[in-house]
């Protein structure tokens, strides 16, 4: 089973940028759709983006995204990344990349789609 760690969280102003990595332990991250999710304190899990598996043929933001964030995948580095520019205090959460294997080219909006889930990254976005 595949293992996924985020990295690249941080603290930066109002906006700035970050870019997010999530890196996969095995060479079959192609295989997976992968999605990204946040968490602030005292709220549910919310949908930011998602991209199809293989070479990343469809991708979705969510609408307090869109526009500002954008999912990529580089298979040949195991890695899929969310570029957040023009960051907001409320882009303030715990970032979580998951993974669900699939051969089917969609993206997947909800949490229980995804079986595999990495530890979460902190982004702060001072005002």
């Known amino acids: 089973q595949v293992q996924l760690v985020e990295s690249g969280g941080g603290l930066v102003q109002a906006g700035g940028s970050l870019r997010l990595s999530c890196a996969a332990s095995?060479?079959?991250?192609?295989?997976?759709?992968i999605g990204w999710f946040r968490q602030a304190p005292g709220k549910e899990r919310e949908f930011v983006a998602s991209?199809?598996?293989?070479?990343?043929?469809?991708?979705s933001h969510s609408d307090s995204v869109k526009g500002r964030f954008t999912i990529t995948r580089d298979n040949a580095k195991n890695t899929v990344y969310l570029e957040m520019n023009m960051l907001k205090p409320e882009d303030t959460a715990v970032y979580f990349c998951?993974?669900?294997?699939?051969?089917?080219?969609?993206?997947?909006?909800?949490?229980?789609?995804?079986?595999?889930w990495g530890q979460g990254t902190q982004v702060t976005v001072s005002s």
């Open positions: 095995e060479r079959t991250i192609s295989t997976y759709a």
């Open positions: 991209i199809s598996y293989g070479d990343g043929t469809d991708s």
């Open positions: 998951a993974g669900r294997a699939t051969n089917i080219t969609t993206t997947f909006a909800r949490p229980g789609s995804y079986k595999y």
